[in-house]
């Protein structure tokens, strides 16, 4: 039996779009024109990252801290 994992969706409108992000996937938003769309998009953001992980395996990073003037 597969294993069903629950996330949170969280979305907004921008003008005639819908924007989103899954809450406990740092990284994960995407965008539609309708409800559907989006969590189709944010369906299959998700197994893309999973597959290939972000950042990929092997690739060198760096982290560095910014500021931001609010």
């Known amino acids: ?16 779009w819908f924007v989103g992000r899954i809450v406990e996937i740092p990284g994960l938003f995407n965008q539609g024109k309708s409800l559907d769309e989006l969590v189709g998009n944010l369906y299959d953001a998700y197994f893309l990252m999973m597959e290939e992980g972000i950042p990929p395996e092997g690739v060198d990073t760096e982290l560095m801290e910014f500021e931001v003037e609010e």
Do not use: G, I
């Open 1 to 16: 039996m597969d294993e069903v994992k629950a996330y949170t969706l969280e979305y907004w409108r921008e003008d005639d």
